[in-house]
């Protein structure tokens, strides 16, 4: 649907779209103690958490208008003062008070909120919990993603009684109450969705698209496609605290240097989507509240393609590795705004992944690799770099090109358009390019079962090896942790040597902050989890 049509249906179907006037002061709308006016740098396309085709900005409303199951608790951030980040080791309830996972594993057990209701004040019910698995495991989007905790039919789902939901598991499985964390296990009102589904839409995709059904900490108030959209609070929110009554105003200003200007000017409470240059001259320039957090399972890297000569040669893609300049381009083009993923011990000794790969550039070392693989003159090759990647993957690409030239490896550098990078990236067709990666899940053997052995695009180097493919599926429903550990670092160890993923940095969620604003949240998908965030 195109953003224009989508204005349409939104109009409609009776989402307000007499929004306030984009670049107008809160204050012009309600008092500013009152208004949380946030800069965002795309717009949502759908409401629907399990929207085919939805794009990450769409989690912005979806997120904190729908609750979960149980979701994932929250820890402060180390170093910051009044921030959290997600705490994916303690999964707490939501829509469910409590949960009780069975001794063997295979039977979850949710105790529905007392008391809890939706934005039209109907109960929220084991019935609701019943429908909309159902309906996320019956969708594309979100079926191949809760596949991977084995949810995948709707057999599993059972109403015990009005309050009571099970789910019911072939085995246990250690991803199965995370992937109920994530955006797409949404609860939905399923008594008001049925009454907008039809014979050829029976989960009422066209009407969820452009309206909600949900009972979260949020209602959609407004929204003007490409422009902006408000929230307000739902005071009867029963499944946590509602720590103010500010509405939010979500601004969409694609723009950089409009959205750094508001926040240096501080007409904005929260900016979002600045670049590492502009957040490290405010920082020198001693103002705004700048907030970096790193994403624990979110990694930027330069792919080899492990199955196209001459990368099919690991020496070559350790050579490769070894001629990096990682100090040069962290500093000339992340301005060090991230977690450094280089220079790491050659000794693996905890299963934490992505960690540090023992690489720095050694020149010398990496002539020596490609003589060792018979290359002494070096070769020719591509660097493909994505269009949407903006100010980083040029000069990441400038750089690789004068490293790679003086241990003879010639390279051109191809820009492309997102959707043909995409493309290229399903069809294994590219030597060499940046890879952005980030995992929903943050257990290290996700990691590797999506971006070292998933048949799909998330496998950016191509790699193909039996035994990492061996303890992906092995660790996944490993009970023992000491062999799991033991089988995780395993999995680190064949990365560090065979590289198809010369791993960079794991970049800042880089936020500025109005002072008047607390409850900052960091959550996973990067997306703004507006819960606890107050303003004085």
């Known amino acids: 649907m195109k953003r224009r049509d989508f204005l349409n249906v939104a109009a409609m179907s009776g989402v307000s779209l007499v929004g306030l006037r984009l670049g107008a ?10 208004v949380i006016r946030i800069l965002l740098e795309d717009s949502p396309n759908t409401f629907d958490p399990s929207g085919t085709g939805y794009n990450p900005a769409s989690c912005n409303i979806s997120w904190n208008v729908y609750d979960r199951l ?47 209701t939706f934005h039209d004040g109907r109960p929220v019910t084991a019935h609701d919990a019943k429908w909309s698995l159902d309906r996320a495991v019956s969708l594309p989007t979100s079926k191949a993603q809760l596949g991977t905790g084995s949810l995948t039919s709707p057999d599993q789902f059972a109403v015990v009684d009005d309050m009571t939901f099970q789910i019911t598991l072939p085995q246990a499985d ?13 609860i939905f009102n399923s008594e008001l969705a049925k009454e907008h589904a039809t014979e050829d839409d029976p989960w009422a995709e066209a009407w969820l ?45 694609p723009v950089a240097s409009s959205r750094r200007v508001s926040a240096e000017k501080g007409e904005a409470d929260l900016v979002r989507a600045l670049s590492g240059r502009d957040i490290k001259d405010m920082i020198d320039a001693g103002k705004p509240r700048v907030l970096g957090i790193s994403n624990p399972a979110r990694m930027v890297s330069i792919a080899l ?16 590795a070894f001629a990096v300049p990682y100090d040069e381009m962290f500093e000339s083009v992340l301005y060090s705004r991230g977690t450094p993923l280089f220079g790491g011990s050659a000794e693996t000794t905890e299963p934490v992944y992505p960690q540090p790969l023992p690489y720095t550039q050694d020149l010398e070392k990496a002539k020596a690799l490609l003589a060792e693989a018979g290359m002494p003159d070096g070769f020719e090759t591509t660097f493909t ?25 010639t390279v051109k550098i191809e820009k492309v358009p997102s959707a043909q990078m995409g493309q290229l990236q399903t069809e294994r067709a590219l030597p060499m390019y940046i890879a952005v990666g980030g995992a929903w899940l943050a257990d290290p053997d996700y990691f590797f079962r999506i971006f070292y052995n998933s048949t799909r695009r998330w496998n950016y180097g191509n790699y193909q090896n039996e035994e990492m493919s061996t303890l992906v599926s092995e660790t996944r429903f490993e009970t023992d942790e000491e062999v799991y550990k033991a089988k995780v670092i395993r999995m680190i160890e064949l990365a560090k040597e065979d590289v198809p993923l010369i791993a960079l940095w794991s970049p800042y969620q880089d936020t500025v902050l109005s002072d ?13 989890e507006l819960r606890l965030l107050e303003k004085t």
Not at 516 to 528: I, K, P, R, T
Request: hydrophobic share 40%; net charge negative.
């Open 305 to 320: 393609n492990s199955e196209m000569a001459p990368f099919d040669n690991k020496l070559v893609r350790q050579a490769v």
């Open 174 to 186: 250690r991803f199965t109450l995370p992937n109920l964390c994530i955006l797409f296990p949404a």
């Open 516 to 528: 008047a604003v607390s409850g900052y949240e960091y959550m996973f998908h990067g997306q703004l």
């Open 385 to 409: 770099i994505d269009s949407s990647l903006g100010t980083t993957a040029e000069p990441i690409a400038i750089l690789m090109q004068e490293a790679l030239g003086k241990i003879g490896i």
């Open 209 to 253: 698209k452009t309206n909600e059904a949900g009972g979260g900490p949020f209602t959609v108030s407004r929204y003007v496609a490409d422009q902006q959209f408000v929230l307000d609070r739902f005071a009867e929110w029963k499944n946590g605290a509602v720590p103010s009554h500010a509405r939010i105003l979500a601004q969409i200003v």
């Open 70 to 116: 149980v979701t994932f608790g929250t820890k402060p951030v180390e170093g910051e003062d009044d921030a959290h980040i997600y705490d994916y080791s303690n999964i707490v309830g939501q829509a469910a008070e409590s949960y009780e996972v069975s001794e063997d594993g295979t039977v979850i057990t949710f105790k529905m909120r007392d008391g809890a």
């Open 25 to 34: 002061t809160p204050a012009q709308a309600q008092s500013r103690s009152d």
